[in-house]
């Protein structure tokens, strides 16, 4: 029923039908969605992830040539520690009793 489904002029055809229904300016932006979802579909089947490949240098755990600069990053991201003053007095307060 289906045999040589794939041929040349078949495929022309689709071709020609997605151009006249998606016109010349969003057929490229089609193409391309379908593209990333075929890729996003097969890892998803595979199992495989490439976050870190996929991602910006920043991200991946780069090295910064100036060590000092992985100092100060370092620091950047510790929480202040957070201090009470000790000899803090109770601000006054005016209750009037009726």
Known sequence: MFTNILQPSHLLIVLIVALVLLGPRRLPEAG???????????????????????APPSVRGHQPDDPRLGE??????????????????????NHTSI
């Open 32 to 54: 391309r969605a379908l593209g990333q979802g075929l890729k996003e579909f097969r890892n998803s089947i595979s199992g495989e992830h490439h976050e870190e490949r996929d």
């Open 72 to 93: 100060s990053a370092a620091m950047a991201t510790q929480a202040p520690e957070l201090t009470t003053p000790s000899s803090a007095t109770p601000a006054p307060t």
